[in-house]
Protein backbone atom coordinates (compact mmCIF):
# COMPACT_ATOMS: atom_id res chain seq x y z
CA UNK A 1 0.00 0.00 0.00
CA UNK A 2 1.34 3.23 -0.80
CA UNK A 3 2.55 5.70 2.02
CA UNK A 4 0.68 8.54 2.31
CA UNK A 5 2.43 11.94 2.02
CA UNK A 6 1.70 15.74 3.40
CA UNK A 7 0.80 17.91 0.87
CA UNK A 8 3.47 19.97 0.23
CA UNK A 9 2.74 23.67 0.61
CA UNK A 10 5.00 26.90 -0.99
CA UNK A 11 7.23 28.65 1.79
CA UNK A 12 6.01 32.68 2.71
CA UNK A 13 7.37 34.91 0.19
CA UNK A 14 9.96 36.55 1.88
CA UNK A 15 9.85 34.54 5.24
CA UNK A 16 12.25 32.19 4.55
CA UNK A 17 9.45 29.49 6.07
CA UNK A 18 6.40 27.95 4.60
CA UNK A 19 4.41 30.07 7.25
CA UNK A 20 0.85 28.39 6.39
CA UNK A 21 2.25 25.07 7.04
CA UNK A 22 0.02 23.60 9.97
CA UNK A 23 0.11 20.26 11.06
CA UNK A 24 -3.60 19.22 9.79
CA UNK A 25 -1.52 18.84 6.13
CA UNK A 26 -0.12 15.83 7.49
CA UNK A 27 -2.97 13.78 7.61
CA UNK A 28 -4.97 15.12 4.41
CA UNK A 29 -4.96 13.67 1.17
CA UNK A 30 -4.61 10.26 2.07
CA UNK A 31 -3.22 10.65 5.89
CA UNK A 32 -6.55 10.29 7.70
CA UNK A 33 -6.04 6.40 8.40
CA UNK A 34 -2.74 7.61 10.48
CA UNK A 35 -2.91 7.42 13.82
CA UNK A 36 -2.87 11.56 14.27
CA UNK A 37 0.56 12.84 16.30
CA UNK A 38 0.59 15.93 14.05
CA UNK A 39 -2.61 18.09 15.29
CA UNK A 40 -3.19 19.40 18.74
CA UNK A 41 -6.71 18.93 19.40
CA UNK A 42 -6.97 16.68 22.32
CA UNK A 43 -8.55 12.91 21.30
CA UNK A 44 -11.78 12.41 21.85
CA UNK A 45 -13.40 15.33 21.35
CA UNK A 46 -15.78 17.29 21.15
CA UNK A 47 -17.73 15.09 24.38
CA UNK A 48 -21.56 14.07 23.83
CA UNK A 49 -22.79 16.83 26.08
CA UNK A 50 -21.02 19.34 23.89
CA UNK A 51 -21.93 17.99 20.84
CA UNK A 52 -25.91 17.93 22.02
CA UNK A 53 -25.66 21.12 22.97
CA UNK A 54 -24.37 22.65 19.39
CA UNK A 55 -27.14 19.98 17.60
CA UNK A 56 -30.03 21.46 19.73
CA UNK A 57 -28.48 25.30 18.44
CA UNK A 58 -29.67 24.06 14.66
CA UNK A 59 -33.04 24.53 15.19
CA UNK A 60 -32.10 28.31 15.49
CA UNK A 61 -30.23 28.64 12.24
CA UNK A 62 -33.04 30.52 10.73
CA UNK A 63 -31.99 33.66 12.28
CA UNK A 64 -29.15 35.90 12.46
CA UNK A 65 -26.06 34.75 15.08
CA UNK A 66 -26.65 36.85 18.15
CA UNK A 67 -23.76 36.86 20.03
CA UNK A 68 -24.60 38.64 23.44
CA UNK A 69 -25.53 35.80 25.33
CA UNK A 70 -22.12 33.97 24.68
CA UNK A 71 -19.98 37.41 25.08
CA UNK A 72 -21.52 37.75 28.35
CA UNK A 73 -20.31 33.96 29.18
CA UNK A 74 -16.81 34.66 28.39
CA UNK A 75 -16.63 37.74 30.44
CA UNK A 76 -17.93 36.52 33.72
CA UNK A 77 -15.61 33.25 33.14
CA UNK A 78 -12.69 35.92 33.45
CA UNK A 79 -14.48 38.50 36.03
CA UNK A 80 -14.43 40.97 32.82
CA UNK A 81 -16.92 43.64 31.74
CA UNK A 82 -18.34 42.35 27.85
CA UNK A 83 -16.75 45.14 26.58
CA UNK A 84 -13.17 43.63 26.70
CA UNK A 85 -14.42 40.77 25.01
CA UNK A 86 -14.70 40.03 21.49
CA UNK A 87 -15.77 36.59 19.89
CA UNK A 88 -13.92 35.38 16.73
CA UNK A 89 -14.40 32.95 14.01
CA UNK A 90 -11.13 30.80 15.99
CA UNK A 91 -7.95 32.54 16.93
CA UNK A 92 -6.68 33.11 13.70
CA UNK A 93 -9.84 35.25 12.98
CA UNK A 94 -8.37 37.11 15.92
CA UNK A 95 -4.86 37.56 14.30
CA UNK A 96 -6.12 38.70 10.84
CA UNK A 97 -7.96 41.59 12.37
CA UNK A 98 -5.35 42.70 14.34
CA UNK A 99 -2.88 42.32 11.63
CA UNK A 100 -5.70 45.06 9.58
CA UNK A 101 -7.34 46.84 12.32
CA UNK A 102 -4.37 48.59 14.32
CA UNK A 103 -1.85 50.96 13.00
CA UNK A 104 1.96 49.53 13.53
CA UNK A 105 4.90 50.82 12.36
CA UNK A 106 7.54 47.85 13.90
CA UNK A 107 5.67 44.63 14.75
CA UNK A 108 7.69 41.92 16.29
CA UNK A 109 6.95 38.83 16.51
CA UNK A 110 8.64 36.15 18.70
CA UNK A 111 9.51 32.90 17.32
CA UNK A 112 9.59 29.74 17.26
CA UNK A 113 5.66 30.24 17.77
CA UNK A 114 2.17 29.55 15.53
CA UNK A 115 2.93 31.33 12.34
CA UNK A 116 -0.41 32.70 11.67
CA UNK A 117 0.44 35.85 13.23
CA UNK A 118 3.35 36.46 11.18
CA UNK A 119 1.41 35.41 7.86
CA UNK A 120 -1.57 37.35 8.90
CA UNK A 121 1.01 40.62 9.41
CA UNK A 122 2.62 40.14 5.75
CA UNK A 123 -0.63 39.54 4.19
CA UNK A 124 -2.17 43.12 5.45
CA UNK A 125 1.62 44.86 3.96
CA UNK A 126 3.42 44.85 7.22
CA UNK A 127 7.59 43.85 7.30
CA UNK A 128 7.37 41.66 10.21
CA UNK A 129 10.84 41.66 12.49
CA UNK A 130 11.68 38.24 14.28
CA UNK A 131 13.21 37.77 17.62
CA UNK A 132 14.10 34.05 17.63
CA UNK A 133 14.98 31.80 21.39
CA UNK A 134 16.77 29.95 21.44
CA UNK A 135 17.58 26.32 21.95
CA UNK A 136 20.65 26.54 24.55
CA UNK A 137 17.98 29.10 26.28
CA UNK A 138 15.64 26.07 26.50
CA UNK A 139 13.44 28.65 23.87
CA UNK A 140 12.74 30.88 27.08
CA UNK A 141 11.84 34.68 26.87
CA UNK A 142 14.67 37.38 27.38
CA UNK A 143 12.49 40.42 27.25
CA UNK A 144 15.81 42.22 26.43
CA UNK A 145 15.73 41.05 23.19
CA UNK A 146 12.85 42.38 22.33
CA UNK A 147 13.71 45.56 20.61
CA UNK A 148 12.55 48.93 22.32
CA UNK A 149 10.46 50.56 19.28
CA UNK A 150 8.22 48.09 18.55
CA UNK A 151 5.16 48.72 18.71
CA UNK A 152 3.33 45.37 18.25
CA UNK A 153 4.84 42.39 19.67
CA UNK A 154 3.40 38.74 19.34
CA UNK A 155 4.34 35.58 21.29
CA UNK A 156 2.97 32.37 22.07
CA UNK A 157 1.94 30.85 25.96
CA UNK A 158 2.25 28.62 26.36
CA UNK A 159 4.26 28.15 22.74
CA UNK A 160 3.24 26.67 20.34
CA UNK A 161 5.52 24.27 18.99
CA UNK A 162 8.24 24.44 21.80
CA UNK A 163 5.35 23.82 25.02
CA UNK A 164 7.45 26.49 26.51
CA UNK A 165 5.40 27.92 29.53
CA UNK A 166 6.63 31.82 30.16
CA UNK A 167 6.26 33.45 33.67
CA UNK A 168 3.59 35.62 33.22
CA UNK A 169 6.42 38.28 34.96
CA UNK A 170 8.40 38.25 31.87
CA UNK A 171 5.50 38.75 29.36
CA UNK A 172 4.15 41.85 31.52
CA UNK A 173 7.88 43.04 31.44
CA UNK A 174 7.27 43.37 27.61
CA UNK A 175 4.09 45.61 28.38
CA UNK A 176 5.03 49.52 27.03
CA UNK A 177 3.12 52.61 26.95
CA UNK A 178 2.42 53.08 22.78
CA UNK A 179 3.01 49.41 22.46
CA UNK A 180 0.30 46.66 21.90
CA UNK A 181 1.28 43.37 23.50
CA UNK A 182 -0.42 40.23 21.92
CA UNK A 183 -0.23 36.97 23.83
CA UNK A 184 -1.72 33.73 22.35
CA UNK A 185 -3.14 31.98 25.30
CA UNK A 186 -4.70 28.99 22.88
CA UNK A 187 -3.62 25.88 24.85
CA UNK A 188 -3.29 27.62 28.13
CA UNK A 189 -6.20 25.77 29.40
CA UNK A 190 -4.19 22.55 28.79
CA UNK A 191 -2.41 23.76 31.51
CA UNK A 192 -3.81 22.88 35.13
CA UNK A 193 -4.65 25.99 37.02
CA UNK A 194 -3.93 27.98 33.88
CA UNK A 195 -0.46 29.25 35.90
CA UNK A 196 1.27 32.25 34.11
CA UNK A 197 -2.20 33.11 32.48
CA UNK A 198 -2.64 36.89 31.45
CA UNK A 199 -6.33 36.12 30.88
CA UNK A 200 -8.84 38.96 32.88
CA UNK A 201 -6.01 40.83 33.99
CA UNK A 202 -6.68 45.01 33.51
CA UNK A 203 -3.55 46.07 35.14
CA UNK A 204 -1.14 45.79 32.03
CA UNK A 205 -1.25 48.47 29.28
CA UNK A 206 -1.46 47.62 25.51
CA UNK A 207 -2.02 43.94 26.36
CA UNK A 208 -4.72 41.51 24.12
CA UNK A 209 -4.63 37.91 24.89
CA UNK A 210 -6.26 35.42 22.79
CA UNK A 211 -8.28 32.41 23.75
CA UNK A 212 -9.29 29.25 21.57
CA UNK A 213 -11.74 26.48 22.52
CA UNK A 214 -10.47 24.32 19.53
CA UNK A 215 -7.67 22.87 21.33
CA UNK A 216 -9.58 21.42 24.75
CA UNK A 217 -12.92 21.02 23.52
CA UNK A 218 -12.61 19.43 19.68
CA UNK A 219 -14.01 22.35 17.84
CA UNK A 220 -11.48 23.09 15.29
CA UNK A 221 -14.10 22.63 12.25
CA UNK A 222 -16.61 25.17 14.31
CA UNK A 223 -14.45 27.92 14.77
CA UNK A 224 -14.48 29.28 17.78
CA UNK A 225 -12.50 31.94 20.20
CA UNK A 226 -12.26 35.47 21.92
CA UNK A 227 -9.96 38.09 22.06
CA UNK A 228 -9.76 40.12 25.35
CA UNK A 229 -8.72 43.64 25.18
CA UNK A 230 -9.29 47.36 26.49
CA UNK A 231 -12.34 48.02 25.21
CA UNK A 232 -11.14 50.59 22.61
CA UNK A 233 -9.02 47.88 21.15
CA UNK A 234 -11.65 45.53 20.91
CA UNK A 235 -14.50 48.54 19.14
CA UNK A 236 -11.18 48.63 16.58
CA UNK A 237 -11.38 44.97 15.79
CA UNK A 238 -15.25 44.55 16.03
CA UNK A 239 -15.07 47.17 13.17
CA UNK A 240 -12.93 45.25 11.47
CA UNK A 241 -15.41 42.19 11.57
CA UNK A 242 -17.82 41.07 8.83
CA UNK A 243 -21.17 40.74 9.87
CA UNK A 244 -22.11 37.98 11.92
CA UNK A 245 -18.83 36.78 12.00
CA UNK A 246 -19.75 33.78 14.64
CA UNK A 247 -22.35 31.52 14.00
CA UNK A 248 -24.64 30.68 15.95
CA UNK A 249 -23.88 27.28 16.58
CA UNK A 250 -19.77 28.17 17.33
CA UNK A 251 -22.19 30.81 19.81
CA UNK A 252 -23.54 27.75 21.18
CA UNK A 253 -20.66 26.43 22.02
CA UNK A 254 -18.62 29.07 22.86
CA UNK A 255 -21.46 29.48 25.89
CA UNK A 256 -21.51 25.93 27.16
CA UNK A 257 -17.29 25.69 27.20
CA UNK A 258 -17.12 28.57 29.79
CA UNK A 259 -19.61 27.40 32.11
CA UNK A 260 -18.31 26.54 35.75
CA UNK A 261 -19.11 22.49 35.07
CA UNK A 262 -16.84 22.66 31.64
CA UNK A 263 -14.02 24.95 33.15
CA UNK A 264 -14.05 21.34 35.58
CA UNK A 265 -13.57 19.08 33.08
CA UNK A 266 -11.32 21.15 30.95
CA UNK A 267 -8.73 21.18 34.61
CA UNK A 268 -9.29 17.50 35.19
CA UNK A 269 -8.40 16.96 31.09
CA UNK A 270 -5.60 19.31 31.79
CA UNK A 271 -3.95 17.04 34.76
CA UNK A 272 -4.60 13.98 32.48
CA UNK A 273 -2.34 15.49 29.81
CA UNK A 274 0.12 16.31 32.20
CA UNK A 275 0.10 12.59 33.32
CA UNK A 276 -0.11 11.54 29.83
CA UNK A 277 2.76 14.23 28.85
CA UNK A 278 5.41 12.96 31.27
CA UNK A 279 5.04 8.91 29.85
CA UNK A 280 5.66 10.29 26.55
CA UNK A 281 8.82 12.23 27.94
CA UNK A 282 9.97 9.29 29.96
CA UNK A 283 9.35 7.37 26.42
CA UNK A 284 10.97 9.84 24.52
CA UNK A 285 14.36 9.60 26.88
CA UNK A 286 15.04 5.81 25.69
CA UNK A 287 15.86 7.40 22.68
CA UNK A 288 19.02 9.45 23.61
CA UNK A 289 21.42 6.98 22.18
CA UNK A 290 19.97 7.77 18.62
CA UNK A 291 20.77 11.54 19.24
CA UNK A 292 16.82 12.35 20.30
CA UNK A 293 16.25 15.16 22.83
CA UNK A 294 13.00 16.73 24.22
CA UNK A 295 12.40 20.64 25.19
CA UNK A 296 11.69 20.37 28.72
CA UNK A 297 10.20 20.92 30.63
CA UNK A 298 7.19 20.98 28.36
CA UNK A 299 4.03 22.25 29.32
CA UNK A 300 1.50 22.28 26.66
CA UNK A 301 -0.28 18.85 25.21
CA UNK A 302 2.51 18.34 22.43
CA UNK A 303 6.31 18.27 22.84
CA UNK A 304 9.18 19.75 20.67
CA UNK A 305 11.93 17.19 19.86
CA UNK A 306 15.38 17.40 17.86
CA UNK A 307 16.49 14.45 16.41
CA UNK A 308 18.93 13.37 13.00
CA UNK A 309 17.34 13.03 10.15
CA UNK A 310 14.00 13.91 11.18
CA UNK A 311 12.60 14.37 7.71
CA UNK A 312 13.39 10.12 7.12
CA UNK A 313 12.67 9.62 10.44
CA UNK A 314 8.72 11.05 9.89
CA UNK A 315 8.45 9.73 6.56
CA UNK A 316 8.96 6.11 8.73
CA UNK A 317 6.81 6.52 10.84
CA UNK A 318 4.15 7.16 8.10
CA UNK A 319 4.34 4.21 6.69
CA UNK A 320 4.23 2.93 10.25
CA UNK A 321 1.23 4.33 10.42
CA UNK A 322 1.76 7.45 12.84
CA UNK A 323 1.79 10.91 11.57
CA UNK A 324 3.70 13.66 12.87
CA UNK A 325 4.02 17.86 12.57
CA UNK A 326 7.62 18.75 10.80
CA UNK A 327 9.19 21.52 12.43
CA UNK A 328 11.42 23.19 9.89
CA UNK A 329 8.48 25.32 8.76
CA UNK A 330 8.63 27.00 12.08
CA UNK A 331 11.17 30.30 11.74
CA UNK A 332 14.00 29.42 14.37
CA UNK A 333 14.16 25.49 13.94
CA UNK A 334 15.21 23.59 10.97
CA UNK A 335 14.71 20.20 9.70
CA UNK A 336 15.61 18.24 12.34
CA UNK A 337 12.55 19.40 14.38
CA UNK A 338 9.37 17.11 15.13
CA UNK A 339 6.51 18.40 17.09
CA UNK A 340 4.01 15.64 18.71
CA UNK A 341 0.75 16.31 20.16
CA UNK A 342 -0.08 13.99 23.66
CA UNK A 343 -2.30 11.36 23.59
CA UNK A 344 -3.56 8.48 25.72
CA UNK A 345 -1.01 5.91 27.05
CA UNK A 346 -2.11 2.95 24.96
CA UNK A 347 -1.39 5.97 21.52
CA UNK A 348 2.10 6.49 22.99
CA UNK A 349 3.10 3.30 23.71
CA UNK A 350 2.21 2.32 20.21
CA UNK A 351 4.15 5.43 18.93
CA UNK A 352 6.81 4.91 20.57
CA UNK A 353 7.38 1.38 19.41
CA UNK A 354 6.96 2.57 15.60
CA UNK A 355 9.49 5.29 16.66
CA UNK A 356 12.20 2.51 17.66
CA UNK A 357 11.88 0.86 14.42
CA UNK A 358 12.10 4.22 12.92
CA UNK A 359 15.03 5.31 13.93
CA UNK A 360 16.59 1.84 13.37
CA UNK A 361 16.23 1.72 10.05
Known sequence: ???????????????????????????????????????????????????ERVAAS??????????????AAVAERHGLPVERVLLTAGAAEAFVLLARALKVSRPVVVHPQFTEPEAALRDAGHTVDRVLLRETDGFRLDPAAVPED?????IGNPTNPTSVLHPADALVRLARPGRTLVVDEAFMDAVPGEREALAGRT???????????????????????????????????ERAQPLW??????????????????????????????????????????????GLRAVSPAEAPFVLVRVPDAAAVRRRLRALGYAVRRGDTF???????????????GTTEGFL?????????
Open 58 to 71: LAGLAAYPDGRAAR
Open 245 to 290: PVSTPALAAAEACVAPAALAEAEEAARGVAADRAFLLAGLRDFASH
Open 331 to 345: PGLNEEWLRLAVRDR
Open 150 to 154: ADLVV
Open 1 to 51: MRTPTATPTEPEPGSGHDLRHHGDAEVRDGGGSLVDLAVNVRAGTPPAWLR
Open 203 to 237: DVPGLVVLRSLTKTWGLAGLRVGYVLADPETVARL
Open 353 to 361: RALGRALNT
